[in-house]
């Protein structure tokens, strides 16, 4: 595990964000991330005993066990962005075990992988650690491409190799994104009868969204996909960290016309800063009584400083964690358990508070 000053070295010239103090939207109108959060939030909820129990396993497991904090390894990559592109750079990966073998090496509190994966291994491992069953993908062999997600596993299918939770991917924003929504809600309405949590992928998929710059990213526009996964009964909401603000501004240029917005999103809830960015996605999960957890992303020369500099912002702005795959995987098995554990450092951190 990381020392606040490796921490600190690893930010950088971003050190700054460790002394941030000014959020836009005070942390005392937030419900954050702590050994009670259970308890605190989802035994009040309509979910029945058995998914709470599955909960309190995810946040009583790994390296983070009883912190509130929650660090999970997704490898669904073999399908959402092929397996000769995911696994050429480390082949071992292509095994399914391995998969796992990575997970409790680095002490996650959970392993998401698609049916396949987890169910060809599911009587070694699923005792041992949290599995999260992904039901939906996109399938990427079509030609020409398209970007869809579809159903390749039922809850049911999850329930019987023994999942404690079951995750899916929303693209909000797409022509798609009705039909996916109603399948998802519907997924996570089953699978809460059967025992199980759900996290949402929720993210964003339009060629509209990219104007003078990218807005897949944007605050306030994952922001508000955010807000429709909760609606639907995430029990923890995926999203990609904020890379910008002004989504709406930009689609509604030239006299444009496209959704709802309020100038005091830009001017009162949120800021430049990257953890003022983040916070408003958390505000929009009804104010953090559902957990955000932001993903790794891509792999690439520093994946150790862009994964803590991911954790820094996520845990300082309210967050509970982060989802990370491809920074781990893609990598030699200890270099990738490093890695992880270098996420989990900031979260164990005492001095690394909440903005």
Known sequence: MLQINKIQELLGDESSLLEFSSPKVSKQILTVPNKDFVDEVFVSSDR???????LNRLYH??????TGYISILPVDQGVEHSAGASFAKNPMYFDADNIVKLALAAGCNGVASTLGVLGLVSRKYAHKIPFIVKLNHNELLTSPNTYDQIMFASVDQAYEMGAAGVGATIYFGSAESDRQLIEVSKAFAYAHKKGLFTILWCYLRNSDFKKDQDYHASADLTGQANHLGVTIEADIIKQKLPANNGGYLAMNAKGNSYGKYDERIYTELSSDNPIDLARYQLLNQYAGRIPLINSGGASGENDMAAAVRTAVVNKR?????????RKAFQKPFDDGVAIIEAVQSVYLEKTITIA
């Open 317 to 325: 702005a309210g967050g509970t964690g982060l989802i990370l795959g």
């Open 48 to 54: 029945n005993n058995r998914v709470l129990g599955n």
């Open 61 to 66: 497991s790994g390296n983070l066990a009883g």
